[in-house]
């Protein structure tokens, strides 16, 4: 087990290389079973998800390889064994993603109950609803899912979610590349990494197009070619990064980023009235917290995308911390996620629970060092964000969660003149 000594009260300066997209990577190796062409991915993270994910498709049968640099070799040959350990399941949620892909292309799969960050209910009824709905037969036992396709193949359908679910979009697009027929997906998601897997999959010969707001048609091909495709920067590893330049009262430039990705978290800035930057044309978005601005407590509710998305609030609530006046949050996807902020309180933080999923949090507050640990892959971020603008020496454990999903953190952190090192436990 490792640990996180950050001593804090160091602004931040310079420029970072945003990463790939964690949500689109994952994805996009899935689409690679689609075809027994080779699929290459650049700017792929390095990142714990990503080595998950190679390893079990690496032991279904697949060849997955890092190549020099950011990118990854995927060929999906014939399948050894169609399986997915529990250990995996439970450590990788996104596993489930190869559900679709591998009843499009190979018939069956057998996998188990995703477990993932603790941040409340997550079921995968949706997904499974998907293949149903294809004609696939699934089949829960003992804690595994027993999927197949028809001999034929699956067919398409119209699928309608209850609620908005982005890897059920996904699964179910997947599905749908190779299935006889049309298949009409609505309540579909807009997550920019939804529409960086459509990319790639076109790119592969696949036949996919919005053709309403929330409504994706796929007319099923016969095949699949291979592919180079580009992961899109990572939008959440950008607004962590903006953060910590705005917390710590410094100026960082972050490149590899569409501005148009941010443009829920660019709001909230603007009505905090940080002072930004955002180029379009070069990827690049520079904060500029040393501006001497003083923040304007803002109330923020979690949406689907085009809205704030779920993942930051948790970072967030550490800028509300240094906010004149009283913010809110309000949460409204996951039932547990505003754990993080006791931790935040043992950090000197103001903040009150109104129920279960609101907090108000009153600052400008100074937080100073303390021991925590981390629960779950945002919080985490929140933890060492916090740690960054406090006063003295926090000790930040359970870093392996940020280690899913966060490239090189530490690296990044210390190029920017932060102090923090990794340590064994």
Request: proline content about 4%; aromatic content about 4%.
């Amino acid at each position: 087990m490792q640990k996180f000594v950050i001593t804090g009260g160091v602004p931040l300066s310079g420029e970072v290389r945003i990463a790939g997209a964690k949500n689109a990577v994952l994805k996009q190796m899935a689409a690679a079973v689609l075809t027994d062409e080779l699929c290459t991915l650049r700017n792929v993270p390095k990142i714990s998800d990503v080595a998950i994910l190679r390893e079990v498709m690496g032991d279904i049968g697949f060849e997955v390889r890092r190549l020099n640099g950011d990118g990854l070799e995927l060929h999906a040959g014939e399948v050894s064994w169609p399986f997915v350990p529990l250990e995996v399941g439970m450590k990788l949620r996104a596993s489930f993603i190869l559900l679709g892909p591998m009843l499009a292309r190979f018939g069956r799969l057998i996998l188990p109950n995703p477990g993932g960050d603790r941040i409340g209910r997550r079921p995968v009824d949706f997904h499974v609803a998907a293949m149903e709905a294809m004609g696939a037969t699934i089949d829960y036992r003992n804690g595994y899912y027993f999927a197949s396709a028809p001999p034929d193949g699956l067919r398409g359908a119209h699928i309608e979610f209850p609620t908005i679910t982005v890897m059920g979009t996904e699964n179910a697009i997947l599905a749908a590349t190779l299935a006889r027929g049309t298949t009409v997906i609505d309540n579909a998601a807009l997550e920019p990494e939804v529409d960086d897997l459509i990319a790639m999959l076109c790119a592969m010969g696949a036949q996919i197009q919005r053709t309403a707001e929330r409504r994706i048609e796929v007319q099923g091909v016969a095949r699949l070619r291979g592919t180079e495709h580009r992961v899109i920067g990572d939008r959440l590893e950008a607004e962590t990064f903006a953060i910590a330049a705005a917390t710590t009262r410094g100026d960082v430039t972050l490149n590899g980023i569409d501005p148009g990705h941010l443009g829920a978290f660019l709001e909230i800035c603007d009505r905090l009235g940080l002072s930004y930057h955002a180029d379009a044309a070069a990827a690049t978005v520079v904060i500029r917290g040393a501006a001497g601005d003083e923040l304007r407590a803002v109330d923020v509710r979690t949406d689907v995308y085009p809205g704030f998305a779920t993942d930051f609030q948790a970072p967030l609530s550490v800028l509300l911390t240094q906010a004149a006046g009283a913010s809110t949050i309000h949460e409204t996807i996951f039932e547990d996620r505003l754990d993080h902020l006791r931790h935040l309180v043992k950090m000197g933080a103001d903040i009150e629970l109104l129920d279960e999923r609101r907090a108000r949090i009153t600052g400008p507050t100074q937080l100073h060092g303390a021991e925590v640990g981390i629960a779950d892959l945002r919080a985490g971020a929140t933890l060492i964000l916090a740690a960054l603008a406090a006063t003295g020496t926090s000790v930040i454990s359970g870093i392996e969660h940020v280690d899913r999903g966060y490239e090189q953190i530490e690296a990044k952190l210390v190029a920017l003149g932060a102090q923090i090192n990794r340590i064994e436990a």
